[in-house]
């Protein structure tokens, strides 16, 4: 993967509008450039300064029947424990150069835990969270507080937090890992520590109890209210809210009420309580769900997203790809590539993104319909 | 520079506590992995998750009296026109890689004005400042506001402005340019747009209209007080006015009085009078002054910075680099670098940095002090 | 109640530390004052500016066993339609001169319907909310939107928005109406608008529309997430959802957690999911609940609230007055009177004050603790 | 003054739209209400909620003229001492029924101080600002820090500051006092505290210690940055910055740019330099300059302004009420009442409002235009 290069400055003189003539003159400066690790805007601004984001990252499909074997066997040849530290098998962009990254800035990989078994305790200031496609017995345990991981439920790590997870079931378990391994990495503000190496409380309850504390509609403990947090204070959302506030949207666009994010297409983003914004500074987490017969507007947006399918099946285009898609099936849109998705029999799909960056840097776009060229601010 | 690459994912078996015995069923797997795009946490977690930041930037200072010879050389050799845009020579950080980025997130580059020159208008989402080390008889349209630039100036350029400069002397002039162009490039959000080739409004005032609305102490104009913008609206901040509160807080000191950052070390930061924050939303600019016999303590911090002297000279020590450095001189320093500066004669530094990226997102941590270790939040 | 007043200025001249001596000369000053519409700070500083919050409302308590026959008796004689609006009966703190204020800044009725009768549409800046003790079968209709009063629920009605109510049932109901009305009446804020004569939508849904797009834990809809609104979309928070997490606070208390206010002591505040904050600008509520056996802390706190007891019976204790207090009861706290609840068999309490009022005018205070003076910030 | 009342509860019956029919069995039900202490919302209502903001505050002025030899005649009289603690003489508003107060929520006085005299040291939590009209030879002295007075400065005292003043010169001074005395009685939440007796630094510097450090344009001391405060952090905003900044904007608007407030009406606003926002949290301040020959468009707006004229003539319109005002004459305008000023020969005014208790708690309103009835939000 990416390692410290100390590859030499090196100028290639290209020709086009406003480039210098090709000169022994100018072919000398260029060397004095590089003897000083010195280099032309002029040479470079094509790929510095597109007139729209051109990700290089691709559009890619990864297939959970594809993914969920592998991670079996990794459960059979590698430990977890301290030093390797997690079970995690990350979705490679083929784009970027052979970087563990689902895009430039998130990390997306498949966690496997087998019976019985423990993750170590660590903590990390990348943002991190839990998504589960199937299975439960794990708990993961965030600062001390231990959350029980079920179908659909969606689990939140904030940075920092120390953190280890102990299946306590004779059946593995894999779920979905998100970070934002990738951004925090190219800007260099990685901090790293071990806890101690036995998960403390091996609690199961149904309820963390961040839940017990957070998770009620609109309703927040006085002894902590009015203080907002950076992350949301809440562990996990629970399928059954989630599921319920879906069923809520589609209902109510059948009685003619506004809601839904387009016809057939109801969408809910999680929150954090003490602020009303995302749930952590760097990811936003959504789940979208399609009727059948629905067709999602063309959508482009500044910064990229990972999608899984949560159940149903749809098809998908992204850019000039296009796959169909199924339960546990992921993909990426990078920045700025126009995302469709269609389904003839009903899609729930689980997606996170980088969008928060955007926004609290005021980089943010997006366009929204079919005109193939994107719009600006 | 960075270009996309389609390099195929490789898995690199390493050894160490925590990693899986090397058997050729290991072998297997990961070739399996490599064949669906995927590539193991356990294997690149010291890279990805270093226990405190780890540069691929290095510490790295470039000399004026190196620079300018070579933007003059450029004068002759390069024309400035629509394509090329800008002559604009960028620092190449020597850690990375061969791209012509200051630090991971910053641009910074020597910008080239001959007698009578101009650069033709366009604008991108890239914020941009100017500050100038030395020369005048530039004026830099933004938005159609020409403001002038002078030595000691700091002139803003605010993401999605058009702007262009022309110069009206008879003499050549050489800026600083600094830009968030690498963290754009990055994280995917890059738009631009060419404005009209010719300079509209090619007035000479010796005050922007900007600084005439705005740039008075605590004073805003009641048709459009109280509502914040993303960026300062004042398109520069004159050196009267920096040198004046530098001087006010070294005397303040004199007399018994906090304000200064430590002893004999004036500071000022240039902001946003619409918010009180930083000028725009990626980038911090200071201007720092050390008092003859100073030396700084040390401070480490995330994120990167580059400084340039104004006038005088001192010694920077930056990790395990140390220069002596003087009037136009440019250095780096990376995330979580110890930096100490000292001065025999006096100094005045200014400095940009990436700091308003990790506020807005709660990565931000400094540690100040000798403690080569540095500390946690 | 208050009215204009020309009463014309008089000076009262007054002896002690600081006051000029009385003369024929000062005599002629004060008329001079007077003359001229001037009154001295001298004689009036010690009302003005007292030490500490001196409030003219009086610790008072009202009966729900007083209240509820009365609110019978208008139920008969009063007719509800367009001019008189509402038949509400306000409580009238003993303090306040004979104006229909339960505290300087707060309104507390209890409002009356009769079996299947309306209250006509209107609309007006003051914030308005209804917390039921009892009863059921009228829905509110807030903007359209029929939303269910059952006992225990707190509903909204945020300023400027349309709102009458109907009773569905045979059975007459009664409940708690609480305002910013005599705060927006003494700032002279104040704007109303008639609706309608006729609730338009006479729909009997269990769940308003608010609810369902709003009323999920930790859960935003996509097209409305990110945008805050000065009040809480929720119309509603349901008895069910206040009871659970009052129950979870105390059962984290058993088993060791942090989360209640004191020990025997839960309490949760309604918020406005899109920010975390109050659920209205000018108005904070909450509900508290008091294990049996419980006593309080004393609390002094800037601004008033009102309380009135849900179920249990309990011992309250503000200033120098004590009252015993069961369900339907009200009372009042003024500014800075010290609070003290007792319960031997267990109380739920609802509470609501004009804190966010001084929260965001930065002049709350508040002390905790037996100490009788009260603290400083 | 205001003192409290125990007045009984009365209820008069009205007739009209909505009231009940008087019978005796109505008059009965009042006269239970009244011994409960209730009083409905049906006879109340057309005052408490009015179509739009019906102010008991009068249009009126006072005249500088009229003023100034009363504050003289004080200084014979009236010694400045701890217990009167300041020689400050109020605005008493003839509609607010014999009260200090120049509009509900706001005091203005007019300060007069003797040759080589103190004030005594106190703080309270009330916001105080001085505005000078003429004379000069006060410091007033800001939590230690001496602030020199001369004709045209703002100077602000926010809450909780110890303060005090003293006269160096051997004439006397009298000046404007603002403070939103009426609104911390009104809701209640006043402190106050007495200091030493004595102004401890008696230091006559040209600038205070706090211009020093914050009253440079858009410029911040590093070691403070960042940190916003509630107030601001410049105890003097000195007219030459004032008067510079209204001359830029009138000569913006003769080279036809934007910036002023209408045509030949220039006006700026005193900020926070910390948040961008107003100085203090209950207080707006503002100069406005008329052009000779200006007619200002017609405005009404939720809360209440007191104006000054710092020099030049002009006549005012406030509701039905009409002045011709010059140099030191005062003028309150009450909330939602329309104001027009025209001036002849040009006019600078100094303004002050309570605006940002109702941008604060989303109650602000205004409407501008010689439509008579003013306008929705």
């Given amino acids: 993967m990416t390692t410290t290069s ?32 010195l280099i032309p805007l002029w040479t470079e601004i094509g790929d510095l ?18 993914l969920l074997p592998l991670a079996r066997r990794a459960g059979d040849l590698v430990p977890v424990g301290r030093g390797g530290e997690r079970r995690a098998i990350a979705l490679a962009n083929p784009g ?7 895009t430039p800035t998130l990390w997306a990989a498949i966690q496997y835990l087998g019976p019985r078994e423990d993750a170590p305790v660590h903590r990390h200031t990348q943002n991190a969270f839990r998504f589960v ?14 959350v029980a991981m079920r179908r659909g439920d969606f689990l939140l790590t904030p940075g920092w937090r120390f953190h280890g997870h102990h299946n306590r079931s004779d059946a593995p378990m894999a779920w979905l890992d998100g970070l934002d391994i990738p951004f925090v ?30 998770a009620h509609p609109g309703i927040a403990p006085v002894s902590l209210a009015g203080r907002p947090t950076s992350s949301s204070p809440i562990a996990a959302y629970r399928w059954e809210f989630t599921d319920r506030a879906l069923r809520d949207q589609l209902e109510l666009a059948d009685d003619g009420h506004p809601g839904v994010l387009g016809p057939g297409h109801a969408a809910v983003r999680f929150t954090n309580p003490t602020t009303g914004g995302d749930v952590m500074p760097t990811i936003r987490a959504e789940v979208h769900r399609l009727r059948p017969g629905t067709r999602t507007r063309t959508r482009r947006e500044v910064g990229s997203s990972v999608y899984q399918v949560f159940s149903g099946a749809g098809s998908v285009r ?30 729930d799909l689980f997606r996170f993104s ?24």
Avoid: C, K, N
């Fill in 185 to 214: 990495h190219l800007t260099e503000s990685a901090f790293f520590e071990f806890g101690p190496d036995a998960v403390a409380d091996r609690g199961t309850p149904a309820r963390s109890r961040s839940e017990r504390l957070w």
């Fill in 49 to 66: 300064m597109p007139p729209q984001p051109r990700s290089r990252a691709l559009p890619h499909a990864w297939r959970w029947r594809d």
């Fill in 318 to 347: 992204v850019g000039d790809r296009e796959w169909t898609v199924e339960r546990g099936d992921l993909f990426v849109v990078p920045s700025w590539q126009p995302l469709t998705v269609a389904s003839e029999t009903g899609v």
């Fill in 96 to 102: 970027l150069g052979g970087a563990p990254y689902a």
């Fill in 133 to 146: 496609v199937e299975g439960e017995g794990v708990w993961t345990v965030v600062d001390g507080d231990p």
């Fill in 354 to 377: 980088d969008t928060p960056i955007f926004e609290s840097l005021h980089q943010h776009r997006q366009h929204v319909g079919d005109d193939p060229e994107g719009a600006g601010r």
């Fill in 6 to 37: 100390h590859r030499p400055v090196r100028i290639v003189a290209t020709d086009g509008p406003g480039q210098p003539d090709r000169t022994p003159a100018l072919d000398d400066l260029y060397r004095g450039f590089e003897a000083e690790s």
